[in-house]
Every structure is written in C-alpha cells, then in structure tokens.
C-alpha cells in the first residue's frame, strides 16, 4: 500500500499538461500496476513514461505500440478518460514487439503535439533536473537522487501577531485588470494589462481599454491606448523617468484588429511631476523592436542609464522545447533603443524550462545578481561573464511558474552597500494542487563565502511579493496556499499582510499583519504609495475576464477578474503614529547626482528622537516581481532631536552602481514614520 500511495503521488505531482485527469489518478495507477505485473518490464516502462506525462498524444500512442493485445482489456476503464473513448478496445491487435516500441520512445517523444497554451507557458517540473540533490528525483532526466538536498528547507513558523497590524480598505475601481503596475513621476499608477474581451474602460475608437491611470488622490481612472499587445512584459524606467514595457504576446485580433503582434515590442510612456498636460496620454510605441521575441522577460537598469534585458519565450509555446525559448540578453541604451543583438546567458539555458521572469539586483560592485529556478550567480554584463556562482537555494522552485518574492534589502553606507537578499516563497510545480514553499532564503552575495540563511513564513505562499517600506521594514502579501501560476491554477488564497524586519535576530523577523477579505492571486500587484500606503490591486486568473465565479470548471473559475484597489496602510500610520507625520518637506534640489549632498527642510513632530532619509525607486511590477525595486538610507547630519523645524544636508550615494539613474522618492522618516515622498530624478 506504500509503494501504491507513493505512485499515486508521484502521477499527482507529474499531472501538470492536464489537471483535468487527476480525478482519475488513481485509475491510471491501477492500470500502471496491473501492467508492471502481467506485461514484460520494457513495456511497462514505456507506458510508465507515458503516464507520468498524460499528455494525451503521449499516452495514446505509448499504449497502442507497447500494450500486447491480450492485455488490452486491462485499458478499457481508462479509455473512458481520453477521447475517442473507445479508442483502446478498437485495437484488435498489436503488431509491433515491445523491443519495437521502446526504440520508437525517441520518435513519439519528438512527435507530441506542440500547442500554444493561452494561459502561459506550462512548466512540467518532472523534466527540469540540475546538477545538485536539490534538482535530481524521480522523473528527473538526470534520474533519483543518490542523496538527500545538501541544506533542507524549513517548513512553516509561527509568528506572532503585529501589535498595529495595519488594515486595508477598498478605495476606487482599477477600470483594467492589473498585470503590471508601475508608480510615476505625477504620482499616478499606470495599470497595463492584455488583450481582453472585457474591460471597465471604453476608448474613443469603441475598443476596449488595456491600460489605465489611476490617480489616488480621486480614486479616479482614465485609459490608455497601446498598439501592440502586453501579455506579461517586463520593464523598467528609463533615465529621464519614462517608463518602458518589454515584450509581450501575439495579437488577438478576433478581439481587438487594433492591436498587433507584442513579442518585441518597446513601448514608452511619459510623465512627469511639473507638466499636467502628459497626464491622460496613451503609450507611445514609434516603431522600436527588442532583437528577439520575448515573453516573461525581465529588465534591470543598469548604472549607465541602459537596461539589461533577459529572459522570454519566442513564441509562447512549450517551454521544454529548447526551440521555443529565448535564454538570452540584449542590452537597450538609455534612449530605450535595443542594440539589435540577443547574447545567450547560461545561467538560463541550464535551467529551462524554469528560465522565465528571473529576479535581477544591480549591486554595489556593478556586477548583477540573476536568480532563477533554485540557482543563482553574479554576472558582469560589461565583460559578459558569470563571475561567481552561489549554491543552490533550498526548498521548491522560487521563479515562474512558482514565483515567490525577491527583495534587495535597504542599502546603507554603514555596510558599504552591501547587498542583502531575502526569497521568499515557491511551489514544486504548476498546477492548482501544487504545495507552496513557506522558506525563506536569505544570502549576502558580495560577502565571503557566501551562503543561503534559510528562514521561513508561518505558511507556504506561492505568488507572494515583497514591498519595501520607507522604514526599512518588508510587507509581504497576495498569493495562495496552494497552486501556481497561470489561469484557474490557484486555490486557498492567502489573505493576510506578512511583515518582516530584516534588522531582527533569525527566528524573530516575522510578524502577522491585518487580512483583506479579497484574493489576490495570479496577475495582481502590491505598490508603494507617496503617503506611505501600499496600493493593492488586480487578481485576473482567468483567460478572459470572468466577473461571477462558475464553479466546478478546468481550468477553476472560482477566483474572478478582480477591479477592486484597496489601500494597505502600515503599522507606522496607525494609532498616534498617525498624528505623529513630519510635513511641510521641501528639497533644496529635485535633480539629484550621485556623490553629492542637498538639503531637506521639514517640521518633525514634538519630542522626536531620530530620523532618516530614505531613496525609493518602486520599479516595475508584475507577477510577484518588482523589476529594479530599491531602496537606501542616506547619510545625513543637522538633526537635532526634539526641535519641531529640521534643516538637514543629506548625502547621495557614491555611485550609481548603488542607485541606478531615473525616478526616486525621497522619504523623510521621523520616529519610524514617514513624511509623504516627493519625486526626484537621479542623473
């Protein structure tokens, strides 16, 4: 019974082509056993590999070319799970030998059919195997562990509740779903999405909108017209403050004939926080291409202004097709043109079909941190080299379609910048019944042997994501219990706000925050705001926009296309906190340099005790991922604790290696509570 129950988990874990035959799991292990019994050993294997994939083309022809026709019968039951129905028990004979049907593996292999997957890219994780334990098990290409994984992952740890949990209140309607937000210059938040069926917004041509401005000081939302379509870009901001996103998807054109192919495409969009008359605008797209199709891609602004872009699928297609992935980089100057040239990065080709929307960090040294799958390494783009690699980070798959959180933790001169990691979050592969990895792993890259400090959430969390708050302190929240990535593939959303203090001792750092009663799952985004708030938004697990949920559909539609914007307000704006905001901030300069100093005056509360100057760059956000998010404490002197008018010179970082050149926020951070931001341009 041990073997058996072992056997069924193992085809529960490996059913990620068709969750729909997983009610009948436990059917396919019968027919597996009775064969691994009666039939010669060849043959079992044979169909085993067919099982293990149940992939309906797989699966038919294995049996038809290695089941003996006196064992036919024993196939009947499971006729009924694939159409034809009766297609087995047609046979009336089977000519090939076993011998024969084990050297035709290679062929159907090769012939499965190759289908483009609307909801995205599926990731069986029974054919992704690495080089360490921690990749290798059964169904692995590199087959059974000889080992147990060098470090285990922890599981989940109580943590207490916050005294001030923060809460969240819903504030205005997103008029688009949220696949990608980004916070601008005019302090507005910019929601880009995908071809739809259905929006909230009409434009003037009759189509429907894909992108929107929403300004949080109305709640009030205007849309946007874009020319080619953004399914799951990636971006990043330019130097001079616009915003880009990279890549994208084909056209949908018995949808919207107005939009076209999005693959390489480069759209810019521009405000800015002194001319009103940007606001409202439409993304600008003259004409610019990426090098290559890319689709889940990422970008990093790089410290000259350029930006690194890797990562995608060509075409959306199967990604354990070598052919149809883009394991490479290409660079776009800081005007956002693409050099015309993609370079293969390695770290990517080891690790497909896991490859796609890896966590990058520019760090202090100029080197980039690339995370993916479970590996990780230091790159120089500048000399296209891997300059140091890390162990494996333990646990599940940490990047899509498992994505957890990546966060850069503040930078700070009392460290030397150096750059601090934490990962939270993961799953074991994609489908709804997929377990979620609570682990946390935490690494210091430039230090000395550097290695993985393993930590974990109180519970397991799949598409969770780390905002960075001006404090210092992280708020992790969206997500689910149990799934993964994609459309109708998550269940048991996880509800609640995670705080994490990075300063604490290990064991010590988490704490529990408030709960919304709205699931947030594939496809939604967490944002800083100027005032301190964190804006909450999106949630469209379907592949078209579903406004009721319909129970008892594969794939699940019991999570709707979610419009309502709700506002997280932190622990430090409640309570008395909340009476206790400095204001009246006024910068000496809004156009920053590295290396030099300014001034910030400002009116602190009665009795205050200390302060500090935070840098905030809110980056790109989609899928669990904040592209370029970073923050860091600055240097400053002429604080005089308790005296309400404060006229500080603050100091800017080194170089731009540390704050890499476009739009920031300053905060003004006064007894842990934060003044509101104000937009500057680093240069």
């Given at each position: ?348 080709e080891r690790n497909q079909p896991y490859y796609m929307y890896p966590f990058i960090h520019q760090l202090s040294n100029g080197d980039v941190f690339i995370f993916v799958s479970k590996s990780s390494e230091l790159f120089s783009v500048a000399t296209n080299t891997t300059t140091q690699t890390f162990p494996d980070l333990p646990g599940d798959y940490r990047t899509y379609p498992n994505t957890g959180g990546s966060i850069l933790l503040p930078l700070s001169s009392a460290t030397q910048w ?266």
């Open positions: 019974m041990a073997v058996q129950a072992g056997l069924r988990r193992h085809f529960l874990l490996r059913a990620t082509y068709h969750p729909e035959l997983m009610v009948d799991a436990e059917q396919l292990l019968e027919v597996r056993l009775a064969i691994q019994r009666e039939l010669m050993a060849p043959a079992a294997r044979l169909l085993a590999t067919a099982a293990t994939h149940l992939h309906t083309v797989f699966l038919r022809t294995a049996v038809k070319v290695a089941a003996p026709a006196a064992q036919l019968l024993l196939l009947c039951p499971l006729a009924q799970l694939l159409p034809p129905k009766s297609l087995f028990c047609r046979v009336p004979q089977v000519e090939e030998t076993v011998q024969e049907a084990l050297q035709q593996t290679a062929l159907v292999e090769q012939a499965m059919e190759i289908q483009r997957v609307a909801t995205g890219p599926k990731v069986p994780a029974a054919l992704f195997c690495g080089n360490s334990t921690a990749h290798c098990g059964e169904g692995c290409q590199s087959g059974p562990c000889t080992g147990p994984p060098i470090v285990s992952a922890p599981g989940p740890s109580p943590a207490p509740m916050a005294p001030m949990p923060g809460s969240f209140v819903v504030v205005g309607q997103s008029g688009v779903p949220a696949m990608h937000a980004g916070l601008m210059p005019n302090n507005r938040v910019i929601f880009l999405d995908k071809v739809e069926n259905y929006t909230q917004i009409k434009l003037a041509d009759g189509q429907y909108a894909y992108s929107a401005e929403y300004d949080p000081a109305t709640n009030m939302v205007v849309g946007l017209q874009y020319k080619t379509n953004a399914f799951c870009s990636g971006g990043a901001f330019l130097p001079d403050g616009t915003w880009l996103s990279l890549g994208g998807n084909a056209p949908l054109t018995f949808i919207d004939p107005t939009v076209g192919d999005g693959f390489q495409a480069i759209r810019y969009l521009t405000r800015s926080p002194t001319n009103a008359a940007l606001n409202g605008q439409s993304w600008s797209e003259p004409g610019n291409q990426l090098s290559t199709a890319r689709w889940y891609a990422s970008a990093q602004t790089m410290p000259d202004g350029s930006i690194f872009v890797a990562s995608g699928s060509l075409n959306g297609l199967d990604p354990t097709v070598p052919a149809n992935n883009n394991p490479t980089y290409e660079i776009l100057n800081n005007q956002g043109i693409s050099s015309g040239v993609s370079i293969p990065l390695q770290i990517l150096a750059p601090d990691i934490v990962i939270c979050g993961g799953g074991a592969y994609q489908d709804i019944t997929s377990p979620t990895d609570p682990s946390c792993g935490r690494i210091q890259p430039l230090s000395t042997n550097a290695a993985w400090e393993m930590d974990s959430m109180p519970e397991g969390r799949g598409m969770v994501e780390g905002t960075l708050l001006p404090d210092g302190t992280v708020i992790f929240m969206n997500g689910c219990n149990e799934g993964a990535q994609g459309f109708g593939l998550a269940q048991d959303p996880t509800y609640e706000a995670l705080i994490y203090n990075y300063t604490a001792p290990l064991g010590q750092r988490w704490q529990k925050g408030a709960s919304t009663n709205i699931a947030r799952l594939y496809h939604s985004v967490a944002l800083l705001m100027p005032n301190g708030t964190i804006m909450v938004a999106g949630s469209n697990p379907v592949q078209q926009p579903v406004l009721i949920p319909v129970p008892n559909q594969v794939p699940s539609e019991d999570y709707v296309t979610e419009f309502r914007v709700e506002i997280y307000t932190p622990p430090y704006l409640q309570g008395e906190s909340a009476n206790r905001i400095p204001t009246s901030i006024i910068l000496s300069s809004t156009t920053l340099q590295v290396d030099t100093s300014f001034k910030v005056t400002f009116t602190a509360p009665p009795n205050a005790q200390n302060v500090k100057i935070t840098l905030y760059h809110g980056g790109f956000v989609t899928h669990s991922l904040h592209m370029n998010h970073r923050m860091a404490f600055l240097d400053n002197t002429g604080w005089v604790p308790g005296k309400t008018s404060q006229s500080l010179t603050v100091q800017m970082p080194p170089n731009n290696n540390i704050v890499p050149p476009g739009p920031y926020q300053v905060f003004v951070v006064v007894d842990g509570v934060p003044g509101v931001g104000q937009f500057i341009s680093c240069s």
